[in-house]
């Protein structure tokens, strides 16, 4: 692993991931954890520069994009990306936003646990290892700056508004594979890793139904990590007096 920024990491933060069902039993029956590329994002600033104003003037010489953004845009695709919740508890907000309404799972690690777990990887046994770049996301208003000579650092750098997400990302790049001639995937990359060091704690989401319980339980016994599962705070009775 190696660090995006110069600032040493916290290897005892805790980071959480917050999964879909379908999703989360895929990384269990084959110990590989997905990432995305950015344009697979919703997120249309993933890898902004800068933000123009909304009113800002439209030149009609600057409509078509320019070679040097467009080479950008080009890359994006090479680019696969981990994204994690920096917290130390879990979040409603992330339950909501990110396992389909509270009706997901969530995984709790660490960076030291993240160094321990994922195994080299690399896009074809013939070709070398790719480095894995982490560090936390780094946010700026985007209105009054621009960022320049950005490199890999362009994924690791947010519009302010979205500081709320207090990201952390692991990033695999395949230009050097892509230099080489090695076939490179439009889309994602899974990347395999020891579960066991990997996962510090399993969270259910409050809004599971017991069958879907059951499952992940299940699931979770069978690759060694059963009595990590534990059951939503959310799920706690509130009491009043």
């Known amino acids: 692993m190696r660090q995006i920024w110069d600032d ?10 917050y999964f879909k069902v379908g999703r989360f039993v895929s990384m269990l029956e084959s110990s590989r954890l997905y990432f995305a590329a ?14 123009l104003p909304p009113d800002f003037p ?22 696969k990306i981990s994204c994690w919740h920096r917290a130390e508890y879990e979040s409603d907000a992330m339950w909501k936003l990110y396992a389909e309404q509270s009706k997901g799972v969530a ?34 208003d985007l209105m009054k700056i621009r960022l320049r000579r950005l490199g890999k650092k362009r994924y690791f750098c947010k519009h302010l508004a979205f500081s709320w997400e ?56 069978k690759v060694g990590i059963g009595e990590r599962v534990r059951k939503s705070s959310l799920l706690g009775q509130p009491r009043f007096i």
């Open 8 to 17: 040493e990491i916290d290897s005892a933060e805790r980071l959480w991931r």
């Open 38 to 51: 950015p344009t697979q994002f919703a997120d249309r600033f993933e890898g902004a520069a800068a933000v």
């Open 58 to 79: 439209v030149d009609s010489r600057y409509q078509e994009m320019e070679f040097a953004e467009g080479a950008v845009f080009a890359l994006r695709k090479l680019m």
């Open 107 to 140: 995984i709790c690690t660490t960076p030291n646990r993240m160094r321990a777990a994922i195994k080299p990887f690399r896009l074809d046994p013939a070709y070398g290892i790719e480095d894995l770049w982490v560090g936390p996301v780094s946010y700026f």
């Open 166 to 221: 207090r990201e952390f990302r692991l990033l695999i790049s395949l230009e050097m594979a892509s230099e080489f001639g090695v076939k490179t995937p439009e889309k994602g990359i899974e990347v395999e890793v020891y579960l066991d060091a990997l996962i510090e704690h399993i969270v259910l989401g409050p809004e599971l139904s017991k069958d879907e319980c059951d499952l992940i339980v299940e699931k979770s016994r």
